[in-house]
């Protein structure tokens, strides 16, 4: 069963090219011609121009205007999903590698000519600043209206948006002189506050989470997100459950903060710690206020200041792969709960940023605007409905009067972008809601806002039940299983209805059984040059499909996975050895295959290193790409030296020892045959100096590549 509703086609759809490159098939492109401001972009260039116009002669110089930049080449979705069945990639891993390594290598081969005229702006004191993305191929840059003029003559440019600001959908706190239950009420009134604990029976009784929660589905090993005023690390209901307490995990891939760059979550104001508890609050000793009360997370700040396009597509390029590695999922977010948004109906902005996060294996829930009950009162990003699944959103019931009647300020459908399509998706509890509060407080709220939360929460819930869901099953599953509500069927009040997590989890072990995946894999190496491998079969393993064999993948030095195996084996033995291999560092990892063909999302991966200190500097990929560095150990500038055969795309980057992309010199780029030559500073791609320590460059032309050691000392 699949959910089908009255839907646009195509509306917002552009055509792809036929480029024979896979990287150009991926991309949408349209003829050159100069780029197009948007109406706001437009009207705010005017309005500074008046100002300057009427300056006096001699005064501060023409008023900057930030803008994002949005290039024609954009990753087509379609076509990106093409290319990933082509190829049989499936599992959440291989799509995750996938996608954000396409959409870093398309913005890598079509930014520079737009960079190199921004720079030269800056050059000439036109430019104050400039950020580029890939998450969406885009660029925010901070000019003054003459600058601009020439900006949107640049033939790559398809249109300018304001960098605009937006608000948190924050609904409110319940004030104490509302007619609420006496335990309910704060001591002489007030904000509703409260120092203990307080349960959230109702909220999680109209969404039917104690079957799930029985059957030991709470979250456990999950991890959700939160684009919100940011979060109380110190809440004792979720504090030991943030990510960037785990060993090895860096503060950077649990915590963004754009605005003030701290380095523990912290809260602007209240509305993004009680955000989180609904997710996954588990205060001690008490009933858990949270759907996924057992999930770990991790959060970025999206608010408080102006230029918020900018910061919201910066936060979505970090949650995409908060540690810089492709190849990685364990710090990749199952759902992004998103409660912001803008009251400009259609704004495109986003859309590229969260169709990407999506095609990575990332979920994004939208809390609908609170600017009920006219028809046709969602905003972006939630009015966007291309598809039954985009953008998917929540509205706010009320789980406190039987019938959960809908809250009265929740947005309606349909999408003001064609006043057909139906919104919201569903709907949840977020009208006398018991939220966390910052302080190791604790509160009643009311809004969208705290609706979204218990529908991310229950994405986490599911992605244990299967991790390997993809973001359209689990869209899906809770559509179809939600409680109708309003009008028969699908409607602009109720959407598909309230969500039911238990008939949800119900039928996502009836409709996509999960393929477990290897446990324990643990490698060593023996007689100088073998590794061996050994690993535990999959646990809990569904009978009527069983566990057929295993596929083995390595990465050499920091280079991708390949899309092909390095062997495949049967069930038994649980073992390989790979024999006689150069020296380097390899990542290995093992898939389960099962007999329907399905391959389980990757075991945990284990990295050797087999070294043989004459060889440091020599290149530890043979012909046909040796790759040499010189001098090596550097204090500074090494040069990179190899014999390139010509024609093809090239690509030539380094990376650290974690296997982390850290400067790029070289992108898609076609040289002629040859010795090819090379400079690394020693710095990443902004420019900052590196820590001493030992790094890999690597090149890839065609289907060749090599990759040396370098030592960078200081």
Avoid at 226 to 247: E, I, K, N, Q
Avoid at 567 to 583: H, K, N, R, S, Y
Wanted: glycine content about 10%; hydrophobic content about 40%.
């Amino acid at each position: 069963m699949h959910p089908t509703s009255r839907r646009s086609s195509g509306l917002y759809g552009r055509s792809a090219s036929a480029f024979t490159p896979l990287l150009a098939a991926l991309a949408i492109s349209t003829p050159a011609w100069g780029g197009t401001a948007t109406d706001e972009f437009a009207a705010e260039l005017d309005a500074a121009r008046r100002t300057d116009a009427v300056a006096p002669r001699g005064s501060a110089a023409a008023t900057p205007i930030s803008g994002v930049i949005t290039l024609r080449a954009q990753v087509s979705i379609p076509e990106l999903e093409r290319a990933m069945s082509e190829r049989g990639i499936r599992s959440r891993w291989r799509r995750h590698e996938f996608v954000v390594r396409q959409a870093q290598e398309l913005a890598a081969r079509t930014q520079p000519p737009v960079l190199r005229a921004l720079e030269a702006e800056r050059a000439a004191g036109s430019l104050l600043e400039l950020e580029s993305f890939w998450v969406t191929n885009a660029i925010v840059a901070t000019a003054t209206p003459a600058a601009w003029s020439r900006i949107l003559a640049l033939p790559e440019i398809d249109r300018v948006h304001q960098n605009h600001e937006v608000t948190l959908r924050t609904g409110r706190l319940v004030d104490g002189s509302l007619d609420l239950p006496r335990e309910d009420r704060s001591p002489g009134g007030g904000a509703g506050l409260h120092t203990a604990p307080i349960a959230n029976e109702n909220a999680l009784l109209c969404i039917n989470v104690q079957p799930a929660w029985d059957a030991g589905w709470t979250g456990l090993g999950r991890l959700v997100c939160s684009f919100d005023s940011g979060a109380d690390g110190t809440h004792p209901a979720f504090a030991s459950r943030w990510r960037g307490l785990d060993v090895g995990v860096d503060w950077s891939h649990a915590w963004r903060d754009p605005y003030n760059n701290t380095q523990f979550p912290t809260d602007s104001n209240w509305h993004g710690t009680g955000v989180l508890g609904v997710m996954c609050a588990a205060p001690p000793d008490t009933v858990p206020i949270g759907v996924a009360y057992e999930a770990k997370w991790i959060a970025a700040r999206t608010c408080c200041a102006q230029y918020n396009v900018q910061k919201i597509l910066d936060n979505y390029q970090w949650a995409i792969d908060p540690d810089g590695n492709p190849s990685t999922i364990e710090d990749v977010p199952d759902v992004i709960n998103n409660s912001w948004g803008t009251g400009a109906n259609c704004d495109q902005t986003y859309w590229n940023a969260i169709d990407l996060v999506e095609a990575a294996g990332v979920v994004n829930v939208i809390a609908v605007d609170n600017s009920g009950p006219s028809p046709a009162s969602v905003n972006s990003p939630e009015s966007r409905a291309t598809t039954p699944y985009s953008n998917f959103s929540v509205g706010n019931v009320d789980p406190n009067t039987p019938g959960f009647p809908i809250a009265n300020t929740s947005g309606r459908g349909p999408s003001p972008c064609d006043f057909f399509s139906i919104k919201p998706e569903v709907t949840a509890p977020g009208y006398f809601v018991r939220i966390t509060y910052p302080n190791g407080g604790y509160a009643v709220g009311i809004g969208t806002s705290f609706a979204a939360p218990h529908v991310s929460g229950a994405i986490a819930v599911l992605r244990q039940v299967n991790p390997s869901l993809s973001v359209d099953q689990l869209k899906e599953t809770l559509m179809v299983t939600s409680l109708d509500r309003g009008d028969v069927g699908e409607d602009n009040t109720y959407g598909w209805g309230v969500i039911d997590l238990g008939a949800a989890v119900s039928y996502v072990e009836a409709n996509f059984p999960w393929a477990p995946v290897p446990l324990n894999l643990v490698g060593q190496v023996l007689n100088g040059h073998d590794i061996e491998l050994n690993w535990s079969p999959p646990e809990d393993v569904n009978p009527a499909n069983p566990l057929v064999g295993f596929r083995i993948y390595r990465q050499i030095d920091p280079l991708p996975y390949p899309e092909m195996p390095l062997a495949e084996l049967p069930f038994f033995p649980l073992t390989f050895t790979d024999l006689d291999v150069a020296d380097g560092l390899y990542r290995y990892l093992v898939t389960a295959v099962y007999q329907d063909g399905r391959e389980s999302e990757p075991s945990n991966e284990v990295v050797e290193f087999v070294e043989d200190p004459a060889a440091v500097g020599d290149g530890l990929i043979e012909a046909p790409h040796p790759l040499i560095a010189s001098p090596n150990p550097s204090r500074g500038t090494t040069e990179l030296r190899y014999l390139a055969r010509g024609g093809a795309p090239t690509t030539l980057q380094i990376y650290d020892a974690t296997g982390k992309r850290v400067r790029r010199l070289l992108s898609g780029a076609r040289l002629d045959g040859g010795e090819q030559r090379f400079a690394w500073d020693g710095r990443s791609d902004s420019g900052l100096p590196l820590p001493a320590g030992t790094y890999f460059a690597a090149v890839g032309e065609g289907d060749a590549r090599g990759a040396c050691r370098i030592t960078l000392l200081r």
